[in-house]
């Protein structure tokens, strides 16, 4: 079993940045794919970004390219989300997500364990 945690959500206006974690507890993140995926009001869970267990292999979903960075410290069982000059629809709940795979996946089925989720608020 892994438990995830966010932090880091908050408001911010459009241009501005926020740095997302996920600490995980439970178990060691080695050999564990992970993500970050988003739901705004009365839309379907939609994938951000994730990351291979080693941190060579990530992914991004093209409304977030270039401007947010997918990271983890394995040594500190801890994932990171930085958000770069975040739009108005960058609005949503974030979710962390990890699989029992090392490798990565951009969709919520691949993965087994979720966090709780931090609200993300960009005004315009």
């Known amino acids: 079993q892994v438990q995830l945690a966010e932090s880091g959500g908050g408001l911010v206006q459009a241009g501005g940045s926020l740095r997302l974690s996920c600490a995980a507890s439970g178990r060691t993140l080695s050999g564990i794919g992970m993500g970050w995926f988003r739901q705004a009001p009365g839309k379907d869970r939609e994938f951000v970004s994730t990351?291979?267990?080693?941190?060579?292999?990530?992914s991004y979903a093209d409304s977030v390219k270039g401007r947010f960075t997918i990271s983890r410290d394995n040594a500190k069982n801890t994932m990171y989300l930085q958000m770069n000059s975040l739009k108005p629809e960058d609005t949503a709940v974030y979710y962390c997500a990890a699989r029992s795979l090392p490798t990565i996946a951009t969709v919520p089925g691949g993965y087994n364990f979720w966090g709780q989720g931090t609200q993300v608020t960009v005004s315009s």
């Open positions: 990351i291979s267990s080693s941190g060579i292999t990530r």
